[in-house]
């Protein structure tokens, strides 16, 4: 298995409130992703990284942004947690443009 | 934009016997890579198999095997001997091959059950 880890692997947050959640990688991967699922959806694109504080956006990024300030860590931030939000989050990394392997996930519930 | 299409939202099959699970997808590209990803309840997201669109060969892994039809945008997945442990969503995605980063376009899921 990749070595991803995601941290917490749970929570629970009320509207309003600032969330970060984490990707720690031990595979020195260049590139790194954040992806949200939800029924009937798959998994979208949230914001993804080319290197260190290089980011960009995905497709579904309004409400999120993200850093990367060393290599192995890629960490999503809720400036303002929304019920909209409440999704489960995964954290993948790439060696290249190629596959990509998948954290455990985040399940974030925002009441 | 690229989309991709499981149109089985769940499908059954009896363990040793042999699944086809579908999925179709549109893109203007040439050049782009295709997966299956499984996903038990763990939650967990499994890569099962890949193929690159310019390689004609089918890819297959144990029993895992695709059937990759590129002028129909054809994705499918055919898992033989079934297993209990085979039970999952299965998820098909597509990736531009762009050199560089970009984006996984997944399909929407097929809940795969395996019955004695």
């Known amino acids: 298995d990749a070595g991803i880890t995601q941290s917490p692997r749970h929570k629970v947050t009320e509207t309003g409130t600032p969330v970060t959640l984490r990707c720690h990688q031990t595979?020195?991967?260049?590139?790194m992703y954040w992806y949200r699922q939800d029924p009937g959806h798959g998994l979208r694109l949230i914001h993804y990284?080319?290197?260190?504080?290089?980011?960009d956006k995905g497709e579904v990024s309004d409400g999120y942004s993200v850093s990367r300030s060393k290599t192995e860590d890629f960490l999503l931030t809720l400036e303002s947690a929304t019920s909209s939000q409440t999704s489960v989050y995964f954290c993948?990394?790439?060696?290249?443009?190629?596959?990509?392997?998948f954290g455990p996930g985040t399940r974030l519930t925002v009441l | 934009a690229q989309t991709v299409t499981q149109s089985q939202p769940e499908m059954s099959v009896q363990e040793a016997e042999t699944v086809t699970l579908s999925c179709t997808y549109d893109t203007s590209e040439s050049d782009y890579y295709l997966f299956w990803y499984k996903q038990p309840p763990s939650r967990q997201m499994i890569l099962v198999i890949r193929?690159?669109?310019?390689?004609?060969q089918n890819a297959t892994e144990n029993r895992f095997s695709v059937n990759f039809q590129k002028a129909a945008k054809s994705f499918s997945l055919k898992i033989s001997d079934s297993q209990l442990g085979d039970a999952a969503m299965y998820f098909c995605a597509y990736k531009e091959n762009t050199g560089t980063a970009s984006k996984l376009t997944f399909g929407t899921g097929t809940r795969l059950q395996v019955t004695l």
């Open positions: 993948a990394i790439s060696p290249g443009d190629n596959e990509q392997f």
């Open positions: 193929q690159e669109a310019y390689k004609q």
């Open positions: 990284s080319y290197g260190v504080k290089d980011t």
């Open positions: 595979e020195n991967h260049r590139y």
